[in-house]
């Protein structure tokens, strides 16, 4: 062991509750790091269930290229291409089940997740060939029995013989149970198989399929014979299975961004704190180094020894980070297994770890001590060997203060035009400029503070407030390092919590623009491709014909391919959709808009898809559909609240059915005529949406609860709110004990000449609660512009949605503030006030 | 060769109407293996001339010549190591890293200077031996009385074999039997070890165990005192002499 | 006065003849270097004693040598001793040669009383030097009488210096005041004697 290794050792063992502290800040870092980029692929996971399981088995899988429905007449020309020994179509997309025809399991959850497959039964015997626990294969005579897995049947109970009732477009089909399956089910959801016809009734695409599976004859060259195929069926087509649930992929890069602001934050708060951990560190040792330098210690081996030190926190608090975070991420995932499930209807696997995950943990755990130590270390190998032999003078210069201030106001100023220049990444690296302007404004703005708040403290603490008041400003360095530890929680606190009222406040008014229908037909899953069902055409004409019902509008669904990714496309009727409902309009006219959607092809985008791939209105776009390339012309950006975070385009459900094929209405929203009797159409809408298990129906009172409560799973971003505050309350500890113990000799003199201990508790408690009001000032003003600038970053990703703060969460900020401050001065309060006076007179 | 020369050796803290000359045109020089206390009243500049002597400050004028080598020609990293290898320093509050034993906190002279972990520690033990804290190799400072920590202070002083040893105010924190054993210690490694001791005190008792006694005040030498020659430095002087005769 | 009861002392302790009293009285003082006791000032104390009743004297024939004699004490000389132990010594240390010194010099013309402190406290410094080198070499388990000694000769000399430091310091201020001169008084009263 080296000596800078063992030195460090022993001063860390040497002070306990700071190296803890210290540890704890370190961990805190890579726990949210590590824990939070471990969920996605979870979750990714879970949204992107694989559809082709056993695409190994066959020589090729044919998909189309917008992964939509396409005709069934493609098979024959798969049959007929030299080569291909067979050829066989089905229909396979994830199902949910509403919650009346979930099929319960043994230990009372309900399984509303499905994937249905339709095939036609030669599939079954020769491409695919399934192995039977129980019953028989299909047949080519069944139109109505399902294949189940042996793992679904013993869950459930059910066997051969019993029957399985499925929302269709058409209303319920009920399909009989002729076989049970051996093997695996595919990630997250249980296989269905069901004959083609029954498939393509339950996703309402008659004559339609999304996946060809074929055989090669013996002796053919695969390559040359999937070459032969692909040039029969001419573009739109691809060798490949579909992955469902990719078209979630821009949702998902969006939460990694948000996650990873969330995890920067984290990071430069854990390295803030080690900064000041390690400042005072060297102020405290001023004199051990000093006296190593005399003794002959270099500049270099000063560094090391620091250097050392906060390397050797760095990879202890960032195993123990890793370790936490696994557990944060375990913990994150069965906590959010009920949203999960409520709301989008998957089920979410364990958390996964993959390398690079622990590269970035270790790195930032590790890089950021080192960082955050290099500055107070540089600091230690300026101690002179003099400083040993002088008492500790820590002395700052006013004007040296004010020199960093105006430092800091240009960071700060820095800090704002990244947010101008409309990049992610340089936003975020504001946010980290912009903490550290406010690290070095702090100084000069202590005393104007200190002074002002003294003044309000020493109406309650009269004489103990003058001297903590002294203190203070006295050492406007160490006081504001200490201030800034609390700023730097607060403006956290502040900023995320406005970050999130933002959030909600702005969801709540896209809610209103586009969701606000007198009635509502939602399907299962508020994410419009997550497996739900859609309804025939009978059932709005059912709705329409409904009396008191003046306008119906829908919202039909699918996915298109552009340049290669996938964009969810979204038909709505030009003519009624503005009438019921509305999209909210970045860019373009809205009358306008509307006029040219319902003349050709014209698209509205989202804003995430805007901002992703720099579209603007006016540029065309060359989608890929089941109908080969077509150039839609963007009219205008704007979306609705279902699908604001998924990449999105609106065009006419004329297009949509021309170009894609798909016809089936995912959401129906319903108008009442003025003066109807609102009674009697709420209860004919209701009856009729019995009929329709697929939807749950709501009038708007109904609605409007409903998405209170998911909006509440929010609040869940609180939680993280705390979790990132109690490391500001770590700091805060830590800096008033150390300023405790640095005047450990000044509170024996107090104490000798005869300040009682209860006088020494209320100057340390007067001095921590002047602290935390400066901090807190500081903090709220800073998180302020801090929630701002979140939510300007946000909007660049393309989630857009004005800025808001509540009055109550200001209240709750300052209270938080204070308490910090109270809470964070008992330990050393405590501390000094039960100081031996001689000692404390010793001490040096 | 005298071991310190120091030749118009001025110092003035501050600039300007509070500035204070603590060291005035000094001239003084010492031979090796001579024990000599510099005295005079508070603010005679004695700390600063120690504190000149070892390198730790910058004069404002003047020269600080050790073995004839102008020592502030020497760039911070010579320094250092100079430091280290031939000047052994003792403080008032014996400095001692409070988280390393005592024969740990002897050794790190040496431990800086690139020694083995294990030839170090050997050698401390060694020094502490011959300091009579043999028994006292692992305590830490805090578990050590004033005395013993000075001793520890000491020994880290000798222990990388420094010709020279500065010594501020060694005895300035400690009870007067304690004192006198310091006092004792040093007047060993001035006779015994053959070291040269350049030490300030303000304690008459404590000074009076020096071979010589510089009385500064204002700055300057005012007077100085030989109390006697101690055997080696006749010796020396003999030999010298010899040398000259041949 | 001292010499008389250490012998006095000495020969209560056990009866001996002149010039073992004499190496007795040496080696209670610490050395000659201390206390430099002539025998013949041994003998004519011993005669005086001997005189007022305090000792008597035995002639003891040696074998094949000359005759001693040996000194004993008397119950009146235990009774002197007696007296001697129940009174305080006396400290004579307001009687100074070098305060006398000093004075003069601050009132002759061309005398530097800066130097005569400097010579002064050089030579108290060697002569502490020498005591504490002194001191040193003494073993404290079997000899501690005599280093109670060398310290209480050490603490005087400490003082002296810390004096001395004192006088520098106020030299000048001492040396603008008029040196002590005998106040006026009514004639036919003699000078008062020596006491300080």
Redo the contacts between chains.
């Keep these: 062991m080296t000596f800078q290794a063992k030195l460090a050792l022993r001063y860390m063992q040497g002070r306990k509750l700071r190296t803890t502290l210290t540890l704890i800040a370190v961990m805190f870092g890579v726990m949210i790091v590590f824990g939070f980029n471990g969920i996605l692929p979870a979750m990714e996971q879970a949204l992107q269930t694989n559809l082709s399981a056993a695409v190994e088995k066959v020589d090729l899988t044919i998909t189309s290229e917008s992964r939509g429905a396409f005709d069934a007449s493609a098979v024959t020309l798969v049959r007929e291409t030299p080569g291909v020994a067979l050829a066989s179509p089905s229909l396979v997309r994830p199902l949910l089940v509403p919650t009346a025809q979930a099929v319960t399991a043994a230990d009372g959850t309900a399984i509303t997740s499905f994937i249905l497959r339709g095939v036609q039964p030669e599939q079954l015997a020769e491409l695919n060939p399934v192995s039977l626990a129980d019953g028989r294969l299909l047949t080519d005579a069944d139109d109505h029995s399902v294949l189940i897995s042996n793992n679904l049947a013993q869950q459930t109970g059910l066997g051969v013989g019993d029957t399985l009732v499925l929302p269709a477009s058409t209303g319920l089909l009920t399909l009989e149970i002729v076989g049970i399956t051996v093997g695996q089910p595919p990630m997250g959801s249980e296989e269905l198989i069901a004959p083609l016809a029954a498939a393509q009734t339950v996703f309402n695409l008659p004559g339609q399929i999304n996946t060809i599976e074929a055989k090669f004859a013996p002796g053919s060259d695969a390559q040359t014979v999937q070459q032969a195929v692909l040039a029969r069926l001419g573009s739109g087509y691809k060798a490949g299975g579909n992955e469902a649930g990719s078209e979630f992929a821009t949702a998902m890069e969006t939460g990694r961004l948000v996650l990873s602001l969330f995890g920067i934050i984290a990071a430069a708060m854990g390295g803030f704190i080690i900064f000041i951990t390690f400042r005072t560190v060297v102020i405290e040792r001023r004199r051990d180094i000093g006296m190593l330098r005399a003794i002959g210690a270099s500049r270099q081996t000063i560094l090391g020894m620091i250097l050392t030190e906060s390397l050797v926190l760095g990879i202890l608090g960032t195993a123990l980070g890793l370790l936490l975070g696994a557990l944060l991420a375990y913990g994150l995932l069965v906590g959010m297994q009920p949203i999960m499930e409520n709301m989008m209807h998957a089920r979410i696997g364990g958390p996964s770890f993959a390398p690079w995950m622990f590269v970035l943990a270790i790195g930032m755990g590790l890089g950021i001590t080192l960082l955050a130590g290099l500055a107070p270390a540089l600091a230690a190998t300026r101690v002179q060997p003099l400083d040993a032999l002088r008492p500790s003078l820590a002395e700052v210069e006013r004007r040296a203060a004010g020199r960093s201030a105006i430092a800091g106001i240009i960071i700060v100023a820095l800090a704002f035009l990244t947010l101008i220049a409309g990049n992610v990444g340089l936003a975020a690296l504001g946010i980290v400029l912009f903490m550290i302007g406010l690290a070095l404004i702090g100084p000069a703005l202590i005393y104007p503070i200190a002074r002002l708040f003294g003044r309000l403290l020493s109406l309650i603490f009269a004489r103990e407030g003058q001297i903590a008041q002294g203190n203070l400003t006295r050492q406007p360095g160490r006081a504001a390092i200490t201030a800034s530890a609390i700023t730097i929680g607060l403006a956290l606190l502040v900023a995320m919590g406005g970050l999130i009222t933002s959030l909600i406040g702005g969801m709540d008014g896209w809610i209103a623009k586009t969701l606000g229908s007198d009635y509502l037909f939602m399907p299962q899953s508020l994410v419009l491709g997550g497996g739900n069902i859609g309804a025939g055409p009978q059932l709005v004409e059912q709705v329409k014909t409904t009396p008191g019902v003046s306008q119906v509008a829908t919202l039909r669904q699918t996915t298109a391919k552009i340049d290669g990714s996938d964009l969810q496309i979204v038909g709505i009727d030009p003519v009624t959709y503005p009438q019921v409902s509305g999209l909210i309009f970045a860019a373009g006219d809205e009358a306008a808009v509307y006029q040219d959607m319902a003349n050709g092809r014209s698209i509205v985008v989202n804003g995430i898809f805007a901002a992703q791939s720099g579209v603007k209105t006016g540029d065309t776009l060359s989608l890929q559909t089941p109908e080969g390339v077509q150039a839609y012309q963007v009219a205008g950006i704007g979306g609705d609240f279902m699908n604001y975070k998924i990449a999105t385009g609106y065009i006419s459900q004329a297009n949509l059915a021309q170009d894609f094929h798909e016809t089936a209405d995912l959401l129906i929203m319903v108008n009442q005529q003025p003066g109807a009797d609102a009674a009697q159409v709420d209860g004919a809408l209701r009856a009729l949406s019995r009929d329709y298990p697929a939807f749950s129906f709501y009038s708007l009172a109904e609605w409007k609860t409903e998405i209170g409560k998911s909006l509440a799973v929010f609040n869940a971003m609180y939680v993280l709110l705390i979790v990132l505050a109690i490391p500001s309350l770590i700091a805060l500890i830590n800096t008033l004990a150390i300023n405790v113990l640095e005047r450990t000799r000044e509170i024996g003199t107090l104490r000798a000449v005869g300040a009682t201990r209860r006088q020494i508790r209320r100057m340390i408690t007067a001095e921590s609660l002047l602290l935390a009001a400066t901090g807190t000032v500081f903090g709220l003003l800073a998180g302020l512009w801090l929630g701002y600038i979140l939510v300007g970053a946000m909007n660049l990703v393309g989630l857009v949605f004005p800025f808001s703060y509540s009055y109550a969460g200001l209240l709750l900020a300052i209270a938080v503030g204070l308490g910090f401050g109270v809470i964070g001065a008992l330990i050393p309060a405590r501390q000094a006030a039960q100081l031996d006076i001689v000692r404390a007179l010793a001490y040096e | 060769m005298s071991i310190i020369k120091t030749e118009q050796l001025t110092k003035v803290y501050g600039k300007g109407a509070t500035a204070v000359t603590a060291l005035n045109g000094l001239n003084i020089e010492i031979q090796p293996g001579e024990f000599v206390a510099v005295m005079g009243?508070s603010g005679c500049g004695k700390s600063t001339l120690l504190h000149l002597v070892g390198g730790l400050d910058k004069p404002s004028n003047g020269r600080v010549l050790l073995d004839g080598q102008d020592i502030f020609r020497l760039n911070d990293d010579e320094l250092t190591q100079l430091r280290r290898r031939q000047i052994g320093l003792v403080f008032q509050f014996f400095n001692l890293i409070p988280v390393l034993e005592a024969a740990e906190n002897v050794a790190l002279p040496l431990i800086l200077d690139g020694v083995k972990q294990n030839d170090a520690r050997q050698k401390a033990e060694a020094w502490l031996a011959r300091i009579g804290l043999s028994d006292r190799l692992t305590h830490r400072p805090d578990q050590l009385s004033g005395g013993q920590q000075q001793r520890v202070a000491i020994a880290r002083a000798l222990v990388a074999e420094p010709s020279l040893i500065l010594a501020d105010e060694p005895t300035g924190n400690l009870d007067s039997r304690s004192a006198d054993d310091i006092?004792?210690l040093l007047?060993q490694i001035s006779e015994e070890w053959n070291r040269t001791v350049l030490m300030v005190t303000h304690d008459?008792?404590i000074?009076?165990?020096?071979n010589r006694?510089i009385?500064l005040k204002d700055g300057t030498v005012?007077?100085e005192?030989r109390?006697?020659s101690n055997g080696h430095q006749e010796e020396m002087m003999v030999r010298q002499k010899l040398e000259v005769a041949r | 006065m001292s010499v008389r009861n250490a012998i006095l002392g000495l020969l209560a302790y056990r009866p001996r003849h002149g010039y073992e009293l004499h190496d007795a009285f040496e080696a209670m003082v610490g050395g000659v270097e201390n206390w430099d006791l002539k025998p013949a000032q041994v003998y004519t104390t011993l005669t005086r004693l001997e005189k007022k009743g305090l000792v008597i004297e035995d002639r003891v024939q040696q074998d094949g040598g000359p005759e001693k004699h040996i000194y004993t004490v008397t119950q009146a000389g235990l009774a002197e001793l007696q007296k001697w132990f129940s009174e305080p010594v006396l400290s004579d240390r307001r009687r100074d040669e070098f305060f006398l010194k000093l004075m003069l010099c601050l009132a002759a013309p061309d005398a530097n009383p800066r130097k005569l402190i400097?010579v002064q406290?050089?030579s108290l410094?060697?002569e502490?030097?020498?005591i504490?080198?002194q001191r040193?070499r003494v073993d404290p388990k079997s000899e501690l009488a005599y280093i109670l000694l060398l310290d209480q000769a050490?603490m005087h000399?400490?003082a002296d210096?810390?004096w001395l430091?004192m006088v520098e310091?106020r030299l000048d201020e001492i040396s603008r005041q008029p040196i002590p001169e005998p106040a006026e008084r009514p004639r036919g009263r003699p000078p008062k004697s020596d006491e300080s």
């Design positions: 009243p006092a004792l007047r008459p008792r000074a009076a165990h020096a006694i009385f005012v007077d005192t109390l006697s | 400097y406290r050089a410094y060697r502490l030097h020498a504490t080198a040193s050490v000399l400490e210096l810390r430091d310091s």
